[in-house]
């Protein structure tokens, strides 16, 4: 089956830099995607890596080392609308995509 | 483009009742995916529907079942509710361009089986 491994809480103040780590094991893969969500609202699409490297939009960066099935996303200037859960993602072989549990970053001033 | 819609957005419910929930995918978008969303359980897979027909299946019983129109449209049924399937049911549609394709979700129907 798969699995993916992520911090559960992540806490740091406006301006700084937030690191959120997913490891994953899959049957097969196609890709580490990673999605915010905001209390009560509906999971958005952040970003997606195929290859190893970084890719970056705007403030938001995501890494992939496909040898070590490991990924992160790197959340730079951090703002107080940044708050929210960061899920990491993978498809496998049967196409299934399967998500991490879920990182609760939480802002403060 | 109108987003991903779902309806309703809040149902509550009795042990053992079922449950239809609707998911309208955004225009031309053929593919649609369901997930159950608990606390501290992130995003579960239940299903997939592309073209009418089911691709894929998560680890769920029997008794969640779905299915998908020609339009695209589609519904999810729980039946013999248990206290247990209280959740968010989040719907996400995707065009299928290939294992890169971005999932789009809908707001969620949050479900309180009592």
């Given at each position: 089956g798969q699995s993916l491994e992520?911090?559960?809480?992540?806490?740091?103040v406006e301006g700084a830099?937030?690191?959120?780590?997913?490891?994953?094991?899959?049957?097969?893969?196609?890709?580490l995607s990673w999605y915010q969500q905001h209390d009560g609202g509906a999971p958005t699409f952040?970003?997606?890596?195929?290859?190893?490297?970084?890719e970056e939009t705007g403030r938001f960066s995501s890494f992939l080392s496909r040898s070590d099935s490991y990924g992160?996303?790197?959340?730079?200037?951090?703002?107080?609308?940044?708050?929210?859960?960061?899920?990491?993602?993978?498809?496998?072989?049967?196409?299934?995509?399967?998500?991490?549990?879920?990182?609760?970053?939480?802002?403060?001033? | 483009k109108a987003g991903v819609t779902?309806?309703?957005?809040?149902?509550?419910?009795?042990?053992?009742?079922?449950?239809?929930l609707s998911c309208s995918p955004i225009s031309g978008h053929r593919s649609v995916s369901w997930y159950q969303q608990t606390p501290g359980q992130g995003?579960?897979?239940?299903?997939?529907?592309?073209?009418?027909?089911?691709?894929?299946?998560?680890?769920?019983?029997?008794?969640f079942s779905g299915r998908q129109f020609s339009n695209s449209r589609s519904e999810m049924n729980v039946s013999t509710l248990e206290l247990g399937d209280s959740a968010l049911y989040l719907c996400a549609s995707s065009f299928d361009s290939g294992s890169t394709d971005t999932q789009y979700f809908g707001p969620g129907t949050r479900l309180t089986v009592l």
């Open positions: 992520q911090p559960s809480e992540v806490t740091a830099i937030v690191q959120i780590n997913c490891t994953y094991q899959t049957s097969g893969f196609y890709g952040l970003s997606y890596n195929a290859l190893d490297g970084l992160y996303l790197l959340l730079q200037e951090l703002q107080m609308k940044d708050s929210a859960s960061y899920f990491c993602a993978v498809r496998d072989n049967d196409y299934k995509l399967s998500f991490g549990a879920g990182t609760t970053v939480t802002v403060r001033a | 779902q309806t309703p957005r809040y149902l509550i419910k009795t042990r053992g009742q079922q449950v239809t995003l579960q897979f239940l299903f997939e529907y592309f073209s009418e027909t089911q691709r894929n299946k998560g680890n769920f019983p029997g008794r």
